[in-house]
């Protein structure tokens, strides 16, 4: 077997993660690598970096015999599938950051290694600088991945941190992390949801070896969540995160979503502020296990990048085991979800389809309920998303002996005792 194979990179696009990536390489000669090309968008614009490795034609580096690896990581997601798909044809490996592409086209994405032998590595499009995915795929390489639970998108993790710690409503906070560059001027993948879906697609895939597109992933961001709601998990000594969240059944499928939830004070994620991402893995016998990092910026995602680069050197592929050689895990909506729920007017809410009310506070201005409500009836209505609702899963969401719980209720209802 070739050993520390020398490495010849094509690299696409030249913005945060792309010239960090090449003060890094500079930084790591013992990588032996050579960055032999970089191919970018805009002829025009100055860079950090001699004029002679820039070209905007793509195929001088699909097509260069000595390139063997293409890093992709460029912001525009179409045009990576076209680059990623080419390179691995064209008997390449491919590094790419691009969680949105891998999260869209990811079913070709596995046909086009196994047809390939290619490989395709990712690190750093789920948590940056966290190394969850080779963790997932390498290390709880068993049936005893009980759950795992994460913030993975930094900039909603910002905003939120800023509506607790100063007071801040949505609106300022957002503001204040667009100034810092720790959201998009057009920031609505990140604070709809739609960033940390994406990521979660695949995450499933290397934890369970689950294949699902994020739209039929239940989903939501934080736009909806208001300041009186940060004021209720202050009184209960919570913090509201966007979480997303896998948990195994007792009947043996995962349950899986990306919601805004509220956070006990012991719980790992409460100690994951600001721009940073973390995630917490509970298995068999380990107990809980977190990972904790930065989830975005210009150093911390090329670290990524360079150790998957390095993992080229000794032909590293993701086996995708989950999904190969095990019996994949399939999702269900047969659970329950113990929910928070704000609105201005009633009206909008209907209490009927709840399964039970365990609080209802309908004096204030801004009203709110906790109730457990049917994993479907969220996945299949849009009322929770309309009307300035604000739905936030509570701190232990999810509930499966649903029957069992309501035959008790009623037990002690007869006996008086309720
Ligand atoms: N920034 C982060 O912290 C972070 C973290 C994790 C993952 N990612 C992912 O990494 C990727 C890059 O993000 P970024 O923040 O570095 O983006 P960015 O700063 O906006 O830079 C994008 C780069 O892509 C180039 N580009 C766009 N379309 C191209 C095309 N068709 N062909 C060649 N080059 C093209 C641009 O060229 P010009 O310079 O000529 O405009 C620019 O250099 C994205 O997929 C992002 O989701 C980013």
């Known amino acids: 077997m070739e050993t520390h194979k020398q490495l010849t990179i094509g690299l696409f696009g030249f913005g945060v993660v792309g010239e960090g990536l090449y003060k ?189 597109s994020p739209s039929n992933i239940l989903f939501n961001g934080i736009q909806d969540i208001k300041a009186g709601d940060a004021t209720v998990a202050r009184e209960k000594n919570q913090q509201i995160k966007l979480v997303a969240q896998a948990k195994k059944l007792q009947n043996g499928k995962v349950a899986a979503f990306v919601l805004p939830q509220f956070i006990k004070q012991e719980d790992p994620l409460a100690f994951v502020k600001n721009e940073y991402n973390g995630v917490v893995i509970e298995s068999g016998f380990a107990d809980k296990q977190f990972f904790y990092g930065k989830g975005a910026g210009s150093f911390p995602t090329a670290s990524a990048v360079l150790s998957d680069i390095s993992a080229l050197r000794y032909q590293y592929k993701y086996e995708y085991k989950k999904l190969y050689h095990h019996v994949p895990h399939e999702l269900s909506t047969d659970v329950f979800l113990r929910v928070y729920v704000s609105f201005d007017d009633l009206r909008f809410i209907p209490r009927e389809r709840f399964e039970w009310l365990e609080e209802w506070h309908a004096q204030e201005e801004r009203k709110y309920l906790v109730g457990v409500i049917s994993f479907s009836e969220l996945k299949d209505q849009t009322w929770w998303k309309e009307n300035n609702t604000s739905l936030i899963l509570t701190a232990e969401p999810v509930i499966e002996d649903v029957e069992i719980r309501k035959l008790k209720k009623k037990s002690l209802e007869l006996a008086g005792i309720l």
């Open 24 to 212: 890094v390489l500079q930084q790591t000669p013992s990588l032996n690598a050579k960055l032999k090309m970089v191919c970018i968008r805009n002829p025009e614009k100055k860079r950090n970096a001699p004029a002679s490795l820039f070209t905007t034609d793509k195929d001088v580096l699909l097509n260069d015999p000595e390139i063997n690896v293409i890093v992709e990581v460029i912001d525009d997601a179409d045009a990576a599938f076209q680059i990623v798909s080419t390179a691995l044809k064209n008997d390449k490996d491919v590094v790419s950051a691009s969680k949105k592409m891998i999260a869209e086209h990811l079913l070709e994405l596995l046909e086009l290694q196994q047809q390939t032998g290619r490989s395709l590595l990712y690190e750093a499009a789920a948590c940056a600088s966290i190394p969850v995915i080779r963790n997932l795929e390498e290390y709880y390489d068993n049936d005893l991945l009980h759950s795992i639970k994460a913030i993975v998108n930094g900039s909603t993790n910002y905003i939120l941190t800023k509506m607790f710690e100063e007071g801040l409503d949505f609106k300022q906070a957002l503001i204040q992390a667009q100034q810092l560059g720790f959201a998009e001027s057009n920031p609505k993948l990140d604070i709809e949801g739609y960033d940390a879906v994406n990521k979660w697609t695949f995450l499933l895939t290397h934890a369970y070896g689950i294949t699902v």
